[in-house]
């Protein structure tokens, strides 16, 4: 996990900041943008790397860390973006809701051919209908698998069994939870997103 700044970040208000409930359980991702408008309006308090929460006038006052923390101009100064808000009255432990898209077919799969079992770059993988969409097959987690060209081609508007391929597993809908579901979000995690992802 990293703990310097996105100097790469065009805009630094896109930033994402992890969201905790009142129990300090992960809730989801949201932007620095938006992360400071609920510290500026109380909804939230920001946490710091050792666990301290602020409310936006304590946090105002904090310095900002060379080479670690993100900054925004302001009047007098720079603000540090907060990388943890603590919402004071969220209590709710969101469902993860895992959305049928391709990236999250794929991602099931671990960008794994389901048939020959190669792993492969997504733009060498298409998505197949188990059951063709001309034979009525649906777009469901049941029915659609990572396939690399070449299979998708051989197998055609067949069956895996008329087609004399083999699914390597039983396509299913996945229960990722909610920190399962940031980290496939967010590839470089923050540092101090850790102990409470670790919790969630």
């Not at 620095?32 to 936006?56: C, M, N, P, Q």
């Not at 006052?61 to 670690?68: G, S």
């Not at 190669?118 to 063709?132: G, K």
Request: glycine letters at 6%; a positive charge; hydrophobic letters at 35%.
């Amino acid at each position: 996990m990293q703990g310097s700044p996105r100097t790469h970040t065009p805009d630094i208000l896109t930033v994402p900041v992890l969201l905790l409930n009142a129990y300090f359980a992960p809730v989801s991702l949201t932007t620095a943008r938006r992360g400071i408008v609920l510290l500026y309006g109380g909804a939230a308090k920001a946490l710091d790397e050792s666990g301290e929460t602020h409310d936006f006038p304590h946090w105002r006052a904090l310095p900002v860390r060379d080479a670690v923390d993100d900054a925004i101009p302001i009047l007098g100064g720079a603000l540090r973006v907060p990388r943890v808000l603590h919402l004071q009255r969220y209590e709710r432990v969101p469902k993860a809701v895992v959305r049928l898209t391709r990236r999250n077919v794929m991602l099931r799969d671990e960008h794994t051919c389901q048939y020959c079992t190669r792993r492969l770059p997504v733009r060498e993988l298409n998505l197949d209908h188990v059951v063709p969409r001309c034979r009525g097959g649906p777009d469901s987690w049941e029915n659609l698998v990572t396939s690399c060209r070449s299979c998708n081609l051989r197998k055609g508007r067949r069956t895996p069994d008329e087609a004399g391929m083999h699914l390597l597993k039983r396509p299913h809908k996945p229960r990722w939870s909610t920190t399962a579901q940031i980290l496939l979000t967010e590839k470089r995690p923050y540092s101090e997103w850790e102990p409470y992802l670790a919790a969630g």
